[in-house]
């Protein structure tokens, strides 16, 4: 039985077609939030849970507000937009393999288990985490990238993509390309299991409410946005630590330092391991550290999935109503 996410009537391809225009349309949305996210991530000052007083005068990111001014009144409006290329790229080609492979891996679990042993929930979570995995090794390059350019200063150390390839090729290797791809990959697992499992379970209450005659029809819109906010809120908020570790680990490496606003005080000679990083933070910036930059990637993460599932239903309204028509 297909989840709410994939239709019957669609095959894997419309389905990564539906995906790539969501996720295109979505980063064009939340693309001021990000720069901010990552800005905030990549400062090493310590935080504390406890309030202590006013924020310290060399922190420069402290909240999303004054920090999305700063950006501005020092950057212009490209400053918001800074890494939205690549990430176009990312969102365009991760969101189609990752509808893709999801499709196709819940085709597969549902024949493997044909007696319909295992419930729903735990097919759904499978399969959207193995569909995150697939899509999130397939793309990792445009996310570096897109790090690498959301924390450039005034010093442009990367002027375009090809540009940006190759020097990260002859400075760091092939192997820098996929910085940080294991606490990528490790935090994308649980997130995107979450993900799919959170947004079929709501969205698939919403459509009994509809089909009962309890909430409008003509609302369906508006509940696949709810069930995509809170879906992303729920997963986001579980494994955002990971997701701290890895926007430090894409920015090792060597001739960095001085390009990036702000240069974060991490290890730069060798690699630093998932574990490592983690300990680091924790050590030298507190463990609150690890949820720097959490409320404008919340702030983020809801529209962003609120566009995204949104843009997708509706994509995937329109492939059905071309179909019976050209049938």
Sequence with gaps: MPSYVTDANLNS?????????????SRFVISPLDVVKIRMQLQTHRTHFKFKGETPPHVKYSRVMPALKTILREEGIRGLYKGNLPAEYLYLSYSAVEFWAYKEL????????????????SKTFLAGMM?????????????????????Q????????????IRHIYRQEGLRGLY???????????????????????????????????????????THDMISGALSGILSKTAIYPFDVVRKRMQVQGPY?????????????????????????????EGARSLYK??????????????????VFEESKKILLWWKEDEG
Aim: hydrophobic share 45%; aromatic share 10%.
């Design 131 to 151: 569909a995150g995995t697939a899509a999130t090794s397939a793309t990792y390059p445009f996310d570096l990238l897109r790090t690498r350019f959301a924390i």
């Design 179 to 221: 910085q940080g791809l294991w606490p990528t990959v490790v935090q994308i697992m649980p997130y995107m299991g979450l993900l799919f499992t959170g947004y079929d379970a709501i969205a698939g209450a919403f459509k009994v409410l509809r089909d009962e005659q309890i909430l409008p029809a003509s609302y369906k819109p």
């Design 256 to 284: 960095l330092s001085d390009y990036i606003v702000p240069a974060p005080k991490i290890q730069t000679s060798g690699q630093m391991t998932l574990w490592s990083c983690f300990k680091n933070i924790v050590q030298q």
């Design 13 to 25: 391809y419309q389905l990564a077609f539906c995906g790539g225009v969501a996720g295109v349309v």
């Design 106 to 121: 819940e085709t597969l679990l549902e024949k493997l288990d044909s007696n319909q042993i295992l419930p729903r929930t």
């Design 153 to 164: 200063g005034e010093h442009k150390h990367y002027t375009g993509m090809a540009q940006a």
């Design 293 to 310: 930059g959490l409320m404008p990637s919340l702030i983020k993460v809801a529209p962003a999935n609120a566009v995204t599932f949104l």
